[in-house]
């Protein structure tokens, strides 16, 4: 089977586990997560600062469609909207579980396929 060439205006995306470290004391703790990402075409991503924090911020809102499996401090579901998506990226460590859920995923395929 060949690879398939996405028509123009088409959207691929797709969903990945995203594993957060979340810091505690004496090392970290891992929370886990999922995230429905679209990709973007490289000549998209050019229009991305991604060594700054607004770049980076802009980014996720791109391509972040939703997010699974949030709970708040009491474990109870928390329901995906804008401001939870604004919420999550923000924080530093859900940051960059987003930011490498989305490259790693894209860059390569998973484990064991």
Do not use: C, K
């Given at each position: 089977m060949g690879f398939k060439v996405a028509a123009e205006g088409?959207?691929?995306?797709?969903?990945?586990?995203?594993?957060a470290h979340v810091p505690v004391d004496g090392g970290t703790k891992e929370e886990r997560f999922k995230a429905r990402y679209r990709v973007l075409s490289t000549d998209h991503l050019e229009?991305?600062?991604?060594?700054?924090?607004?770049?980076?911020?802009?980014?996720?809102r791109a391509v972040i469609v939703e997010l699974f499996e949030l709970v708040d401090d009491n474990n109870n579901p928390?329901?995906?909207?804008?401001?939870v998506r604004?919420?999550?990226?923000?924080?530093?460590?859900?940051?960059?579980?987003?930011?490498r859920?989305?490259?790693?995923?894209?860059?390569?395929g998973r484990k064991g396929n």
């Open positions: 088409a959207e691929r995306q797709f969903t990945a586990r995203v594993t229009n991305f600062e991604l060594g700054s924090s607004q770049g980076t911020t802009d980014f996720l928390v329901a995906y909207n804008d401001d604004d919420q999550v990226i923000i924080d530093p460590v859900a940051r960059t579980a987003l930011i859920g989305y490259f790693d995923n894209i860059g390569r």
